[in-house]
Nanobody, 127 residues
Framework: QLQLVESGGGLVQPGGSLRLSCAAS????????LGWFRQAPGKEREGVSCISRRVGSTNFLDSVKGRFTISRDNAKNTVYLQMNSLKPEDTAVYYCAATVTTIFTMCMNRTTDYDYWGQGTQVTVSS
C-alpha cells in the first residue's frame, strides 16, 4: 500500500525553524515528483514547494522564497522541507504529495497534479 507520512511539525516562535520530513512506503520515490502543500483554516490548500525527480529543479511559493528549501533523499525514500525565519502566516497543516512522472526536470505546484497525499502535520508559528 502506498503511503506518505509527514513528521516534524510543531509549535515554534516567529523567526524560528522547523524541518518537515515525509517518508514514503510501498513505493520508491525516485519515480515521483514531490511537493509540499499547506492549508490554513478557512483557506484553500496551496502549493509551497516542489522538487523534480532529478534533483535540481525546484519551485517555491513567492512568500517562502529565500526562507524554505526542499530536498529529497531517494535512498531514504524521504523528502524534506526546511523552513527558516518562520512567520505567523506560515501557520497551517502541511502536506506532502507525490505523483509519478516521466519528466525528470520539472515539478508542479497544483494540488490536481498529485496522486498521493500524506495525512498532514500541523505547523504553528506563534509567540
Amino acid at each position: 500500500q502506498l503511503q506518505l507520512v509527514e513528521s516534524g511539525g510543531g509549535l515554534v516562535q516567529p523567526g524560528g525553524s522547523l524541518r518537515l520530513s515525509c517518508a514514503a512506503s510501498g513505493f520508491a520515490l525516485d519515480r515521483y515528483a514531490l511537493g509540499w502543500f499547506r492549508q490554513a483554516p478557512g483557506k484553500e490548500r496551496e502549493g509551497v514547494s516542489c522538487i523534480s525527480r532529478r534533483v535540481g529543479s525546484t519551485n517555491f511559493l513567492d512568500s517562502v522564497k529565500g526562507r524554505f528549501t526542499i530536498s529529497r533523499d531517494n535512498a531514504k525514500n524521504t523528502v524534506y522541507l526546511q523552513m527558516n525565519s518562520l512567520k505567523p502566516e506560515d501557520t497551517a497543516v502541511y502536506y506532502c504529495a507525490a505523483t509519478v512522472t516521466t519528466i525528470f526536470t520539472m515539478c508542479m505546484n497544483r494540488t490536481t497534479d498529485y496522486d498521493y497525499w500524506g495525512q498532514g502535520t500541523q505547523v504553528t508559528v506563534s509567540s
